[in-house]
């Protein structure tokens, strides 16, 4: 899981790259590197993040108008200049940068060695240095080298090559890990995600599966593996790069938070209307008619994309009365799932790039399962094969820790879970309409927490220290405290466990103590009651308690520390509003502890490796 960034063209390479790379560092960031071709390949290449590639690169700078650039997150070999990339031939001829994982790097490796290679690091991706060469000794030809090495790997990979030989030229190929190719004039760019080269240009080729592409300054040619040329659309990125910039925040994560109204007002723009009595869905399909070729629905991701699953799964079991399935995406592939051509499938993701999330959809569709893709990354590998997509429309989310694409994928549970009730006839016509009207005001609604940040900015003062968080809630309540703890723990670093309120009688009560804080979540009002005595439980047993519950409920004074109060709403809406509070409290509490709020230790926002 790392950064890569290449450039073609008549300027000077570096600064281009390391631009690039600044806005790939959320990808990986414990080592970076350049290699650039004047006259020879220059390489430049540190452990640490980007500003210790800049320092290195201002005592030794490299000129050169082609070049190739990455931000790396170990996976095979510790963070360490050597195993940083690009990595290199023996003869320094040949420069080569990847992302993702050569699966069976050490058989070939073991080959290469029996033939003389000399390797130098840890990595996987060194296999790939030295299998280009060694086709490349056999007939000078380094894109039929390219081609016939990659045939050769097993994983995934996003590769980008210069070698001294074609001075004018950049050689990029994926599988299964992204990348993009950028059109200039008079330059041409390869990057992993989009806003790496969106201040150039605005046309770029996705680059498919097991395509390999040769860019020079003029031309981009891309070929499959028999070397046959493949036409592609352009595709013409219309958001702006400033949407990539943190606007005056001093973190993209309270950036993102603060962009949720908009999100949701855009998520609901073309899906309801106010004078029309039904959810439209453009490119998904849940009318009754497909419905009913059903027995079963799946829905499966990873991580906070899961999470927001759980809130579906709850919506339409509860609205549709139909049984949902939700499944962690890495558990859900080898579990020899029951699936087949009459399960519906949804996968939610972020990135669209999931590896796990990925390979699930990949497994479900050769069963025949009908996989609806509910992605954020408009293009992204999960966009492109899933049958139908819904995107979530937040824009590129840049913090690690997901917020708004978060509130993007629970809104699109609502979404879904109304339109297969509707479908079914499960509610009726004035009850579409009350919940039409409460997603309408979401907004607002979110608007108004967000109004009241310094009050959550003060409790996070007075409970930074705090050893053990516990997030406790009932039914859909429980569903978002599972979003909440995890926020904490990944931006924090604070030990957070969620439990089902119910559940903390069987056993972990026993932890809690003075130092415990019990976040306890009352967004449900059929189960206030319930949870207020579970509160009051813990609050026994000496731990502080801060409530998240609806104006107008408040008893939960008379037992809780703190109360945030969430405006009063419809019980399905809850807990994209419920989450709000959460998600300024993890924050702040990460800002008073001096955390990396951006990029956490340990994380890279995007997980295109299992
Ligand atoms: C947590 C977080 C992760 C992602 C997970 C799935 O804040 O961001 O848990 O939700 O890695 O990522 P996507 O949604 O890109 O598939």
Redesign the pocket.
């Given at each position: 899981m790392c950064g890569i960034v290449g450039y073609v063209g008549e300027k000077q390479a570096t600064p281009i790259l390391m631009d690039g790379l600044k806005s790939l560092e959320y990808r990986g960031y414990d080592s970076a590197g350049v290699a650039v071709y004047d006259n020879g390949l220059n390489l430049v290449k540190t452990k640490g993040r980007l500003v210790e590639l800049e320092k290195r690169l201002e005592e030794f700078p490299v000129t050169g108008i082609v070049g190739i650039g990455h931000t790396r997150w170990a996976t095979h070999g510790e963070p360490s200049e050597i195993n940083s990339h690009p990595h290199m031939n023996e003869e320094s001829s040949m420069a080569v940068v990847h992302n993702g994982i050569i699966e069976n790097y050490m058989e070939i490796r073991d080959d290469l060695l029996a033939k003389g290679h000399v390797f130098v690091s840890e990595t996987d991706t060194e296999v790939a240095v030295h299998l280009i060469e060694h086709y490349y000794n056999q007939n000078q030809d380094l894109l039929d080298a390219v081609i016939l090495a990659i045939k050769e790997l097993k994983g995934s990979y996003a590769l980008g090559v210069i070698h001294e030989d074609y001075p004018n030229q950049l050689i990029a190929a994926r599988k299964d890990s992204p990348l993009v190719l950028g059109l200039g004039e008079g330059e041409n760019f390869i990057a992993s995600d989009i806003p790496a080269i969106l201040k150039y240009t605005r046309n770029v080729y996705l680059l498919d599966d097991e395509e390999v592409a040769v860019l020079t300054k003029d031309s981009i040619t891309i070929y499959d593996l028999y070397r046959d040329v493949v036409t592609k659309d352009i595709f013409k990125v219309t958001w702006d790069v400033a949407a990539a910039e943190k606007d005056g925040y001093e973190h993209f994560m309270m950036k993102e938070i603060m962009e949720q109204p908009k999100v949701i007002k855009d998520m609901l723009a073309s899906r309801i209307y106010d004078d029309v009595d039904e959810v439209r869905l453009d490119n998904v399909d849940l009318s009754k008619e497909k419905l009913s070729q059903y027995s079963k629905i799946y829905i499966v991701?990873?991580?906070?994309?899961y999470y927001s699953g759980l809130v579906g799964k709850s919506l339409i079991e509860r609205l549709a009365r139909i049984p949902v399935i939700t499944e962690v995406a890495s558990e859900f592939r080898y579990s020899d799932p029951i699936i087949d051509k009459n399960t519906l499938m949804i996968v939610?993701?972020?990135?669209g790039?999931?590896a796990d999330?990925l390979a699930a959809l990949r497994l479900a569709q050769a069963a025949g399962t009908h996989v609806i893709g509910v992605v954020n990354a408009v293009g992204s590998t999960i966009a492109r094969e899933a049958d139908d997509v819904l995107y979530t429309l937040a824009g590129p989310e840049i913090a690690?820790?997901?917020t708004k694409?978060y509130s993007a994928q629970v809104c699109a549970m609502y979404l879904i879970a109304t339109k297969i009730a509707m479908a079914y006839d499960k509610i009726s016509i004035e009850e579409f309409r009350i919940i039409r009207n409460e997603l309408f005001m979401l907004p607002s609604k979110i608007k108004s927490i967000l109004d009241k940040k310094d009050q959550l900015k003060a409790l996070a003062e007075k409970y930074a220290d705090s050893k053990n968080v516990f997030y406790i809630g009932r039914g859909l309540d429980f569903a978002v405290s599972m979003e909440g703890a995890?926020?904490i723990k990944?931006i924090a670093y604070l030990h957070a466990e969620p439990y089902a309120a119910g559940e903390l009688k069987h056993g972990p009560i026993a932890l809690i103590e003075k130092s415990t804080l019990l976040v306890g979540l009352l967004a449900q009002e059929e189960f206030y009651d319930k949870t207020i005595s579970n509160i009051k439980e813990v609050k026994a047993r000496g731990a502080k308690v801060l409530a998240i519950a609806m104006e107008g409920k408040n008893s939960v004074e008379k037992v809780a520390d703190d109360v945030f109060y969430i405006p009063r709403t419809h019980w399905m809406i809850a807990p994209l509003l419920a989450n709000i509070p959460q998600q300024l409290f993890a924050y702040y509490i990460a800002c008073a502890l001096g955390r990396d709020v951006d990029k956490p230790r340990n994380l890279a926002k995007?997980?295109t490796v299992e």
């Open positions: 991701a990873c991580g906070t994309a939610i993701s972020q990135s790039e999931t999330t690690v820790a997901s694409a995890l926020k990944e995007s997980v």
